[in-house]
């Protein structure tokens, strides 16, 4: 997936997650600490994730039932800035599947690599997703 980092999505976000700091919502307060365009706030590229027409199809491809299925944990690691302007492209991969609980819990490590326009790897987005298996439960 491809997409366009826009300056007013950059603003709503900020202000959506009560991003007080100026320079993620003003292009003036930006430019004067020495940012050429708004900031991405770290955060903001997992949502870009859900711009597809079905974000989650590919779980419910792996014959996931999203009525069992958590949010386990999210990670971000960054090597350098993204602006607004900037053109990303994300690339997601399953890199670990593994059980614990005797069956009963599931767990699927996705990465997705952010790349810019020019190649360079930006991001590296990590989620894990908890899918319970509730007939497998271990009983005390």
Do not use: N
Request: glycine letters at 8%; one cysteine or more; hydrophobic letters at 40%.
């Amino acid at each position: 997936m491809t997409a366009v980092i826009e300056r007013g999505r950059l603003a709503y976000f900020a202000k959506a997650i009560g991003e007080s700091d100026p320079i993620y919502s003003d292009i003036e307060a930006a430019q004067a600490d020495g940012h050429p365009d708004l900031p991405v706030p770290p955060t903001f590229l997992f949502g870009l994730k859900l711009d597809v027409p079905d974000p989650f199809g590919w779980i419910e491809e792996l014959g996931v039932d999203m009525h069992f299925l958590l949010h386990g944990k999210q990670a971000f690691t960054y090597r350098s800035m993204l602006y607004a302007g900037d053109t990303v492209t994300l690339t997601p991969t399953i890199i670990d599947v593994y059980e614990k609980k005797g069956g009963s819990l599931e767990f699927i490590v996705c990465a997705t690599e952010v790349t810019r326009a020019d190649g360079v790897a930006v991001a590296t987005l990590e989620e894990t997703l908890v899918v319970r298996h509730p007939g497998l439960e271990i009983k005390p």
